[in-house]
Nanobody, 126 residues
Framework: QVQLVESGGGSVQAGGSLRLSCAAN????????MGWFRQAPGKERERVAI????????DYADSVKGRFTILTDIPKSTVYLQMNGLKPEAPATYFC???????????????????WGQGTQVTVSS
């Protein structure tokens, strides 16, 4: 089974940027759908951004559109989340996950994804 390892989290001030990385331990093309999700304490895991790695099509949560970008480096089996204009909010753990597509589309719900990485924490202070 593919294993995913996230990195790049940390603490940043509001308005700053971070780039998260998700490396898959595979030399083959990653699964067709990769996604970034986040979860704050006491809240459900929510979708941040997803990408169809073959089509290059991506989709974002409304709350991050225009500020976050999901990027793929297929030869490195790595997916990135470039986060700009970070807003002050409760610390959250960001997870990457993989799954297959259905009908050429990537699912949006976290429950449809797996495997998952261990997560990396992001804290944005005001």
């Amino acid at each position: 089974q593919v294993q995913l390892v996230e990195s790049g989290g940390g603490s940043v001030q509001a308005g700053g940027s971070l780039r998260l990385s998700c490396a898959a331990n595979t030399r083959t093309h990653p699964t067709s759908c990769m996604g970034w999700f986040r979860q704050a304490p006491g809240k459900e895991r929510e979708r941040v951004a997803i990408v169809h790695t073959y089509k290059g099509a991506s989709d974002y949560a409304d709350s991050v559109k225009g500020r976050f970008t999901i990027l793929t480096d297929i030869p490195k089996s790595t997916v990135y989340l470039q986060m700009n204009g970070l807003k002050p909010e409760a610390p959250a753990t960001y997870f990457c996950a993989a799954t297959g597509s259905s009908g050429g589309r990537c699912p949006e719900a976290a429950r449809d994804y797996g495997p998952w990485g261990q997560g990396t924490q992001v804290t944005v202070s005001s």
